[in-house]
């Protein structure tokens, strides 16, 4: 069963955690490159949103 769709209050600046791994917790990036595309693509979306991340 899916999960239940997180709730969204746009102008309320609610923190949201944000995990990324695959199905049953499978590898998600194989490749490093793979991650770095990924990563880059994060770092586009969070520039271009009011968001921000925290890099581990």
């Known amino acids: 069963?899916?999960?239940l769709?997180?709730?969204n209050?746009?102008?309320a600046n609610v923190p949201q955690h944000i995990?990324?791994?695959g199905s049953n917790r499978q590898v998600?990036?194989?490749e490093a490159d793979?991650?770095?595309v990924y990563l880059e693509?994060?770092?586009l979306q969070t520039n271009s949103t009011p968001t921000s991340t925290i890099d581990q």
């Open 1 to 3: 069963m899916a999960r």
């Open 5 to 7: 769709p997180r709730l």
């Open 9 to 11: 209050l746009p102008n």
């Open 19 to 21: 995990v990324q791994r």
């Open 28 to 30: 998600t990036f194989v």
């Open 34 to 36: 793979d991650y770095v």
């Open 41 to 43: 693509k994060l770092k």
